[in-house]
T-cell receptor, first 112, second 114 residues
Framework: GENVEQHPSTLSVQEGDSAVIKCTYS??????FPWYKQELGKRPQLIID?????GEKKDQRIAVTLNKTAKHFSLHITETQPEDSAVYFC???????????FGQGTTLQVKP | SQTIHQWPATLVQPVGSPLSLECTVE??????LYWYRQAAGRGLQLLFY??????ISSEVPQNLSASRPQDRQFILSSKKLLLSDSGFYLC?????????????FGNGTRLTVT
């Protein structure tokens, strides 16, 4: 089955700096790559996603890049703010079952 | 608009007791439904998913079972809880279409087995 590896497990940056989180996957048939943000004790919420026919997608300070050949994708957050502090999960999906396989998560701390 | 409800929000149960967690979705028909578990400080593990009434797929062998008695109702059960069943249980739904897409999560149930 699909295997998703996410790095780093923790990331600490100064406010205003950029943060990058990377994920690799194993199944070349995977075609959907979302990123979720989870604040402490709350549910994961979708922040951005990308499909396999697109190499990059941007939404304000957040961007995702996909390299299908290398089977990895990354989340980029620019001009980080303290409210960006949370756990971020990448996920991989394919087919019509819609199931998503998640990475282990990255705890991002933005220091004011 | 669509909403997803999970209850209870928190639950403390003794080892060996039964479990029933319920999830319902409003505002949509024929959703795909999912149960995930999140151990403390860990990622989300897919437990079960369902693409229709009575259709359940299990992702990992475990002490739990799932049922979908109605189109928008998904239930997670156990006959006898283990300590290792503790965790944050999340129900999710998505529109049933022919390609993968975003899952929408409920607020979760925090289960502590003592």
């Amino acid at each position: 089955g699909e295997n998703v590896e996410q790095h780093p497990s923790t990331l600490s940056v100064q406010e205003g700096d950029s943060a990058v989180i990377k994920c690799t996957y194993s199944d070349s048939a995977s075609n959907y790559f979302p990123w979720y943000k989870q604040e402490l004790g709350k549910r994961p919420q979708l922040i951005i996603d990308i499909r396999s026919n697109v190499g990059e997608k941007k939404d304000q300070r957040i961007a995702v890049t996909l390299n299908k050949t290398a089977k990895h994708f990354s989340l980029h957050i620019t001009e980080t703010q303290p409210e960006d502090s949370a756990v971020y999960f990448c996920a991989v999906g394919s087919g019509n079952t819609g199931k998503l396989i998640f990475g282990q998560g990255t705890t991002l701390q933005v220091k004011p | 608009s669509q909403t997803i409800h999970q209850w209870p929000a928190t639950l403390v149960q003794p080892v060996g007791s039964p479990l029933s967690l319920e999830c319902t979705v409003e505002g949509t028909s024929n959703p795909n439904l999912y149960w995930y578990r999140q151990a403390a400080g860990r990622g989300l593990q897919l437990l079960f998913y369902s693409v229709g009434i009575g259709q359940i797929s299990s992702e990992v062998p475990q002490n739990l079972s799932a049922s979908r008695p109605q189109d928008r109702q998904f239930i997670l059960s156990s006959k006898k809880l283990l300590l290792s069943d503790s965790g944050f249980y999340l129900c999710a739904w998505r529109i049933r279409i022919g390609q993968a897409g975003p899952l929408h999560f409920g607020n979760g149930t925090r289960l502590t087995v003592t």
